[in-house]
């Protein structure tokens, strides 16, 4: 009786070991269980994000490159000593006279930002949920979708794009239902632009930003540029990211020789 349990044990253990071996293999393998395993396919927020990530950082490049704007129209052309070619930065705060302070030209920035990126990806975003439907469609899944709208918030250390809709799965007789997915995709651009909303006010307020200012802001690096016609360019970089943001400023400007005539 008590080899006979032994070997009870035996049996029951090797059936264990082979369970756990069989399961590596089918996981390792990409093989799919209902209710088990999900891939990005069958993971909608996981596929959508990998799906629209890329556009959210291509057009923060770009505006943060270009001053806030993905078609600037008030510009200064600008080339740094590293790199090939001028970029046309747009003016954040602008006056065309000489002696008065600058005028912000966008109170609102944060706003304007969301709206620029919103702009850019809006046409990904739905082809992105059409691209999520139609891999489901394929795996055998009855796809039911509907897709609304999407909303996009900065907030520190990251972009989050809401998506308005739902997509119902139907297979070998079991419904899914997942809706209003949430895309965290981490960068600084709020945390850069809310640095740029402090300069422009300075400027507004004081006609300049001083290195005094700039000390504050310890995990940024602040550089100015002046040009010919007496504009500023701002490069503000962070310093953990290396994300950076690019601006031009025209204000409190003296014209050449205003000295001399006092004198």
């Known amino acids: 009786m008590k080899k006979g349990g032994q070997v009870t044990i035996f049996i029951i253990v090797g059936i264990i070991i082979i369970g756990i071996i069989a399961l590596f293999f089918l996981f390792r393998g990409g093989v799919q269980i209902p209710g088990v395993g999900v891939g990005e396919e069958t993971n909608p927020p996981s596929f959508l994000e990998s ?7 291509e057009a923060v490049n770009i505006i943060s490159f270009q001053g806030g704007y993905i078609n600037p129209s008030l510009y200064k052309s600008f080339k740094f000593e590293n790199e090939d070619l001028p970029v046309n930065i747009s003016y954040l705060c602008y006056n065309p006279n000489d002696y008065s302070p600058c005028v912000n030209q966008e109170p609102i920035l944060i706003k304007h930002l969301n709206g620029e990126i919103y702009n850019y990806i809006s046409e990904d975003v739905g082809n992105c949920f059409d691209s999520l439907t139609s891999s489901l469609d394929k795996q055998g899944y009855e796809v039911n979708p509907e897709y609304r709208e999407f909303e996009i918030e900065l907030k520190e250390g990251q972009i989050i794009i809401n998506i308005d809709g739902e997509i119902t799965l139907t297979k070998s007789g079991e419904t899914t239902k997942q809706e209003d997915f949430e895309i965290a995709i981490p960068s600084r651009f709020y945390d850069l632009s809310l640095v740029v909303q402090e300069i422009i006010n300075k400027e507004v307020t004081s006609c300049e930003f001083s290195h005094y200012d700039m000390s ?13 016609d007496s504009s500023v360019i701002y490069k503000v970089k962070n310093e953990d990211s290396e994300e950076e943001f690019r601006f031009a400023v025209r204000g409190c400007v003296i014209p050449p020789g205003f000295g001399l005539e006092l004198e």
Request: aromatic fraction near 16%; charged fraction near 45%; hydrophobic fraction near 30%.
């Open 216 to 228: 504050i802001y310890r995990e940024f690096d602040i550089n100015k540029y002046r040009t010919a």
């Open 51 to 57: 799906c629209i990530e890329e556009k959210v950082r």
